[in-house]
Nanobody, 126 residues
């Protein structure tokens, strides 16, 4: 049984940076599609960034392109989300997620993911 644990959230001023980490354990996620999602108060959870299904490229929501970077360290079983130029509207609980290989459907769709972390709160003050 796999487990994902996020860390690195916190309170930051607008324009600041944070790096979120997602540590995987219990199984190997190297062949899984890994991504980050977020849920702001009163809103639905939305896609932020992920690796391609083949794992060789990265994709981002338009709202974070150029500011956020997803990366991974397979040796540490960890996925990162570097967030620069943070804005108050980026305030949300951020989740990492993993989708089994061979899973069909849009990989930007949270409903296609099989494993979720507990989330880490990011608050950006103006």
């Amino acid at each position: 049984q796999g487990q994902l644990v996020e860390s690195g959230g916190g309170l930051v001023q607008a324009g600041g940076s944070l790096r979120l980490s997602c540590a995987a354990s219990g199984r190997s996620f190297t062949t899984y599609t890994l991504g980050w999602f977020r849920q702001a108060p009163g809103k639905e959870r939305e896609f932020v960034a992920r690796f391609s299904v083949a794992g060789v490229s990265t994709l981002y929501a338009d709202s974070v392109k150029g500011r956020f970077t997803i990366s991974r360290d397979n040796a540490k079983n960890t996925v990162y989300l570097q967030m620069n130029g943070l804005k108050p509207e980026n305030t949300a609980v951020y989740y990492c997620a993993a989708r089994r290989p061979g899973h069909r459907g849009n990989a930007d769709d949270e409903r296609t993911y099989d494993y979720w972390g507990q989330g880490t709160q990011v608050t950006v003050s103006s």
